[in-house]
């Protein structure tokens, strides 16, 4: 779902679960492309309950994130043709919500680009 409305946003799907052996893995690897530059954008897509313990996008600890990076890291080693791509990471979070009545679900989604910033490449 994630890749597909990121898709109709005008991003090009480039990878999904891209991994590095005991390193980690990127959901989804994409490309905007701008008026003067592109960029690539490492996407981390999230579904939860709300169950108390806040939405989809409050479950990137930092923890995460600087795993998410250095797989990021990784990505760029590996594919060289985008080292001069400026880079950002989003998250795509679905937080499933049960109806007033217990029965069904429905999910809200939210996408939060530029969720967090790496340290200077």
């Known amino acids: 779902m994630a890749a597909d409305f990121l898709q109709q946003q005008g991003l090009r799907l480039i990878a999904r679960n891209w991994q590095q052996p005991k390193v980690g893995e990127i959901d989804l690897v994409l490309i905007e492309h701008g008026r003067s530059w592109n960029v690539l954008v490492f996407a981390e897509v999230r579904k939860r309950k709300l169950l108390g313990y806040g939405d989809?996008?409050?479950?990137?600890?930092?923890?995460?994130?600087?795993?998410?990076?250095?797989?990021?890291?990784?990505?760029?080693?590996?594919?060289?043709?985008?080292?001069?791509?400026?880079?950002?990471?989003?998250?795509?979070?679905?937080?499933?919500?049960?109806?007033?009545?217990?029965?069904?679900?429905?999910?809200?989604?939210?996408?939060?680009?530029?969720?967090?910033?790496?340290?200077?490449?």
């Open 56 to 121: 989809a996008l409050a479950s990137i600890t930092r923890s995460k994130q600087k795993k998410l990076i250095k797989t990021a890291r990784y990505f760029l080693r590996h594919h060289p043709e985008y080292a001069d791509f400026e880079c950002r990471f989003d998250v795509v979070g679905f937080t499933e919500r049960t109806g007033r009545s217990g029965q069904g679900e429905t999910l809200q989604s939210e996408w939060l680009q530029g969720a967090f910033l790496a340290p200077a490449w």
